[in-house]
């Protein structure tokens, strides 16, 4: 066997492994596949009829977006942690071959997300067009997933090899967040384009180019940009790969060094966060959305989302008040609402809003640390869910208000002052209440599991809920805003309701504490105390 093969068989070994035995679990392959077969057998579905032409251009922006989240979002798992880099590096081979190795392990993670998506499309177009035009489209579909992993790659290594650690870590949030959102944007202005195939701009209309056969700007693009990728992937990556692992373990070490300033509470925070183990993990949760990479680097481009889909109904015009739409009745008001060009876009955005939420839930219960767990056992009274309600209002203060607020400054643009605060505050209520709901329902503390690229089905789970999710918070929207006053005294009944179930859990605890995975480690630190006396 070559050295890279070698070297990539150790790799996905490591990948696969079990975060506690240390068994190999192949079977998240097959669940990671799966889970991007089952978007694309829903696409599938959704496109029965169209023409192949058109099946490929939205398949490809479809997958384009996919692509965008698995590996924006996994960027630091596809390039493993600073210590499996210092056990791998070891390992007798050249610089060249422990890139391949990597280029390698990552495409088996790109190559599962292409096939789990392309091969439902191509099924579902080759029932109707015949071998050859379903096989034709499944590669362009995939080429698209492989053309937006390729780039973000580009991307994202690019600033680790060109900036300070400093720098860069601030930086690479920022441009994690602007690529998925360029890219949900961009869907999202395609999609509302009378005719979207001529949307010159969009990577997917090249792929459509390419398939018809027609020469255009977009197909010359997509040849440089192969052109570009060539160069390097192939010449200039491969020459720096120890400096980029040295750049990533420089970023690392600095978030684990660096000074903890500016952690103090404010006022607001310490008259809501009173109790000793929601105060101790509030202060645990807020110091890792800053320093935490596994969390920051997810947290920031889920909470940010949101806003970019309002600037998008800004640009688009439809997220005029929907105060008053109430009055005709609940189903009828929400009916009316998505039929008015200048209210539409608001399910759009409650759709999204509903997938972030539950993607920062989930994200606060991940951790580069995730081994220290152990640490939530020894403050007294730290039972899980007094823990998860400490680090969910950090997200609510910390994160949600902040984004709310930058929400409700961008709908005066499109509504009267007033009711772009009640609708930011009904968001913002409802956000709070409903992150609260999630956290509670996890048994152990946040923070406690280690991030996995291969743990695609759990990130499919709020995907799936989210339509459906979103469509009920719309008609509440509708029945909350009938009236102003109406919806202050139910934006004001949410954040009460929400304040009421803080005060359930850790006044009247249910059900017995349960320990963190590595609560051994409890008796491990009893012999390093100081004898009495």
């Known amino acids: 066997m070559s050295p890279v093969l070698t070297l990539a068989a150790a790799q996905l070994r490591a990948d696969l492994r079990h975060r506690r035995t240390g068994r190999r679990n192949a079977g998240r392959l097959a669940t990671t596949a799966l889970a991007y077969a089952f978007s694309g057998g829903v696409l599938a579905l959704s496109l029965a009829g169209a023409t192949p032409e058109r099946t490929l251009f939205v398949a490809a922006s479809f997958g384009m ?18 210590r499996d880099n210092a056990w791998l590096t070891t390992l007798p081979a050249s610089e060249g071959a422990h890139y391949g190795a990597r280029v390698l392990g990552i495409a088996v993670y790109v190559a599962l997300m292409a096939i789990g998506v392309a091969i439902p499309i191509g099924l579902g177009l080759g029932l109707m067009e015949g071998l050859g035009t379903a096989l034709v489209v499944g590669a362009g579909v995939a080429g698209a997933i492989a053309w937006t992993a390729l780039a973000s790659l580009l991307v994202l290594w690019s600033l680790t090899l060109l900036l300070a650690p400093r720098p860069f870590r601030w930086t690479i949030g920022i441009v994690r967040t602007l690529l ?8 999202q202005l395609v999609g509302a384009q009378a005719e979207a195939l001529g949307a010159s701009w969009w990577p997917a209309t090249w792929m459509a180019d390419a398939f018809s056969g027609r020469l255009t700007t977009g197909l010359v693009l997509l040849a440089v940009s192969i052109t570009v990728f060539g160069v390097a992937f192939g010449r200039v990556f491969p020459r720096r790969y120890f400096r980029l692992l040295r750049r990533l373990a420089d970023g690392a070490r600095s978030d684990g060094s660096r000074l903890r300033l500016g952690r103090r509470l404010t006022a607001p925070e310490r008259w809501t966060v009173r109790q000793g183990p929601v105060r101790a993990a509030y202060g645990f949760a807020a110091a890792a959305f800053a320093d935490d990479r596994i969390v920051r680097g997810r947290l920031w481009p889920a909470a940010l989302l949101p806003i970019g889909f309002v600037v998008f109904g800004w640009i688009g015009g439809g997220l005029g008040s929907l105060v008053g739409y109430g009055e005709i009745g609940v189903i009828a008001g929400t009916l009316d609402a998505l039929q008015t060009p200048e209210t539409q876009l608001h399910l759009s955005v409650l759709v999204v809003l509903t997938f972030c939420l539950q993607t920062l839930v989930q994200t606060v219960q991940q951790s580069d640390h995730a081994d220290a767990a152990w640490v939530f056992d020894t403050i007294p009274d730290a039972r899980p869910r007094v823990v998860q309600l400490g680090a969910q209002k950090a997200l609510a203060w910390r994160v949600l208000f902040p984004v709310h607020v930058g929400v409700a400054v961008m709908l005066t643009a499109t509504m009267p002052a007033v009711d772009a605060i009640l609708h930011a505050a009904f968001w913002y209520a409802t ?3 409903a992150t609260r709901f999630y956290a509670l329902t996890h048994d152990a503390p946040p923070f406690s599991r280690a991030s996995d690229k291969f743990d695609a089905a759990r990130r499919f789970v709020p995907l799936v809920v989210s339509i459906p999710l979103g469509v009920s918070l719309m008609m509440m929207q509708v029945a909350a805003l009938a009236t102003r006053a109406r919806g202050v005294a139910i934006i004001l009944g949410l954040l009460a309701l929400s304040a009421v179930i803080g005060e359930l859990v850790t006044r009247w605890p249910v059900g017995r504490r349960s320990p963190s995975r590595a609560s ?3 008796s491990a630190l009893a012999p390093q105390a100081a004898p009495a006396g």
């Open 431 to 433: 956000s709070s209440l």
């Open 180 to 187: 998925i959102g360029t890219l949900v944007i961009g869907f």
């Open 520 to 522: 051994d480690a409890e």
């Open 65 to 82: 977006v996919l692509a965008t989240f698995g590996v924006v979002g996994s960027y630091d798992e596809l390039m493993g942690r600073p």
